[in-house]
């Protein structure tokens, strides 16, 4: 039985060092995430995907004619996101943007899609970023949340359901949160593997109320 190793919190620098390295990275699947296409009807443009990566969520969207933009806070992946887009003949804006400084737009926005950064953000960090989505969704807009879950064996963030209930407890009303599993780009290797088990998530919708 493989232990369940302490919690990776990631750093710039460790977004960084894997967008640099040659070989594949674990959540580069070349589509969106499952759960993010089965609510894609629930999704209302303009659409903001924070954290965006190479694109794949965003250019997803685009090609089902929905208005999207992307942010990332780290160059490689935008210019492969921009690229992509480029090469079929898709109109998605992909920005450099720290989500920590949401706060601070004046741009709105109906849907927010998050796979993967939530969970990257702790204490005072954690509280800013949930500002700031707050601050950029309008009144009955959705968050959907896509995170890694407590008890996954492998080297990846993840937060236990009450992590996320406490985050948006006030001005936010939790519409779901389900377990969920992630898809994983087969030529990644995690450390202290191989893993049987399939990568365990949560996935929420979470409407702005206030």
Known sequence: MTETPERKIPTRESFQEAYSHQGPLPWDIGRPQTPFIDVVDQMRAPILDVGCGRGDAALYLAKLGLQVMGIDFIDEPLQAARQRAAERDLNVTFEARDALELESWTAKFRSVIDCGLFHAFHDENRSRYVAGLANILEAGGKLFLMTGREGEPRSMPRVSEQEIRD????????????????????????????????????????????
């Open 167 to 210: 985050a948006f407890a006030t001005g936010w009303e939790i519409e779901s949160i389900k377990p969920v599993v992630y898809d994983l780009n087969p030529k990644f290797e995690f450390p202290g593997g191989p893993f049987d088990d399939p990568a365990m998530g949560w996935f929420s919708v979470i409407r702005r109320v206030g």
